[in-house]
């Protein structure tokens, strides 16, 4: 029997001495938990301007990448533009060219005809009337006024005509 009252002794003063430690650790995890609780404080706020400033850079950087995206895009609008531009002008200038190049041809031959004539009256002893093949020839006629949206000439001996869509003279009556 003394030895179950020693034991329980021994168990008593065992809580005690540990309830003591206990109240103790808890003065001290209190204090603990002030500090830490005022350090998470701190790295939370030190979080949260972080976020902001990655956010704020990241903002920065797609700003400067729309930025980016619109001048590059201006310059290949300028650029298509540009090419579309020098592609017309030597389109104009291969149809001048050509035009030219038809006009020149058309007055040859025009030329070749009219001097193997010519060529053909001296031989033969004829003079004919000077007949052409182009559908409307320059003429120094001069202009003086307007018939249904067309130019009216006066020819040299009082005629008035104009030209008509195919190239012809048309004369009006008076």
Do not use: H, W
């Not at 020693?6 to 002030?34: G, M, P, Y």
């Amino acid at each position: 029997m003394k030895r179950i009252l020693i034991v329980c002794f021994l168990f008593i003063a065992s809580n005690t001495i540990f309830a003591q430690e206990t109240a103790t650790k808890k003065k001290t995890t209190k204090a603990k938990t002030e500090v830490s609780a005022a350090e998470k404080e701190a790295k939370q706020k030190a979080a949260n301007e972080k976020r902001k400033a990655t956010i704020a850079a990241k903002k920065e950087a797609e700003a400067k990448e729309a930025e980016a995206k619109a001048a590059k895009q201006q310059a290949a609008n300028e650029k298509r533009k540009a090419t579309i531009a020098a592609k017309k002008a030597a389109a104009e200038k291969e149809t001048a060219e050509k035009e030219a190049k038809k006009a020149k041809a058309e007055k040859s031959k025009a030329e070749k005809a009219v001097t193997e004539k010519t060529t053909k009256a001296k031989k033969t002893g004829e003079v004919k009337i000077k007949e052409t093949t182009e559908k409307a020839p320059k003429t120094p006629d001069k202009v003086t006024g307007e018939y249904n949206g067309k130019k009216v000439y006066t020819g040299p001996r009082g005629g008035r005509y104009y030209i008509n869509k195919n190239g012809n003279k048309t004369y009006i009556e008076n």
